[in-house]
């Protein structure tokens, strides 16, 4: 999808009606999966997006973008539905309205079929060392798609890792599993609290439902809880922060998490990254990525090898 900003300055009366009039200043970002993409690839990451557009002018803008940002579109489908794409206005960096334009209904079986089948190519062609899973719940990632590709994964020896608790069943043996504290509660019907026991007790009810590797539960101010293959289970705490803006910060956990648990094998000092890089980007007004300078300065003052 795409992320558009309208900025502006409201500080005088219309002419037309007693109303404030400001004038505005586009920007165009990538956003969902894309923001995930983004992510990658800035921490130098060769990042394929396996994923839908419309064939419409806002398809060829996000292909442009991410062309732009070195991310292969070769698996990218045309589709006969809208390009999704949000709009957000804000005065003095201050969201005012957020306006959806997109068709969230699932794929027909033809369209599914040819996304599977692009994934599967990808898979085999590129060799991945990790896919990650992200729809925002979009119409793109049904049940059988996401089984039929975690099972491949599993086959072919390639991580998986995500976070769509709408679907949550389908996830069944994935690697790493990563809702956020709200979704989790939704989920499960359930008044989780933020702290340890409370927690612990959470990844053991999605494992009875998933058998998966490793549970990431993202707290908001209170940090990261991860539970990991071994049975280690800590809560990673949030560094203070001039909080700007929240939106994406879980595109750019989940990406941080899924890269260096890839290369390390090591649940915990990943998630000690993922979680110092979702509170960077939360210091910027709207959805950025991590910058990768930012986060190794980060990673030197408060992680300890």
């Not at 219309?14 to 956003?31: N, Q, T, V």
């Amino acid at each position: 999808m795409l992320d558009q900003y309208w900025y502006g300055q409201i500080d005088r009366i219309s002419p037309e009606a007693p109303y404030r009039r400001s004038d505005f200043k586009k920007d165009i970002r990538l956003g969902g999966a894309a923001n995930v993409a983004i992510n990658c690839r800035e921490m130098g990451a060769e990042v394929h997006l396996l994923s839908v557009c419309g064939k419409d002018t806002d398809g060829q803008i996000l292909k442009k973008l991410c062309l732009d940002h070195g991310i292969s579109t070769e698996f990218l489908i045309e589709v006969n539905r809208p390009t999704t794409i949000k709009t957000r206005i804000l005065a003095k960096n201050q969201q005012l309205l957020r306006v959806d334009e997109e068709v969230t209904d699932d794929l027909n079986t033809a369209d599914q079929h040819h996304f599977i089948d692009s994934c599967m190519r990808a898979i085999q062609i590129e060799a991945p060392d990790v896919l990650i899973f992200e729809d925002y719940n979009k119409g793109l990632l049904d049940a059988n798609t996401i089984e039929k590709l975690i099972n491949h994964c599993r086959t072919v020896g390639v991580l998986t890792s995500g976070s769509e608790i709408q679907k949550l069943f389908a996830y069944s043996r994935c690697d790493i599993f990563k809702p956020n504290l709200k979704e989790i509660r939704e989920a499960l019907n359930s008044s989780i609290l933020p702290e340890l026991q409370s927690l612990r007790q959470t990844h053991k009810l999605l494992f009875d439902k998933l058998q998966h590797q490793i549970t990431l539960i993202t707290l908001s101010e209170k940090g990261i809880f991860i539970q990991d293959q071994e049975g280690t289970s800590t809560i990673i705490p949030a560094f203070p922060r001039k909080i700007a803006d929240v939106s994406g910060a879980g595109d750019t956990v989940i990406s941080v998490m899924s890269l260096f648990y890839a290369v390390s094998s090591n649940g915990f000092f990943s998630a000690q990254i993922a979680n110092l890089a979702g509170g960077l980007v939360c210091e910027e007004v709207g959805v950025v990525p991590i910058n990768k300078k930012a986060l190794r300065k980060e990673c030197i003052k408060f992680i300890k090898i």
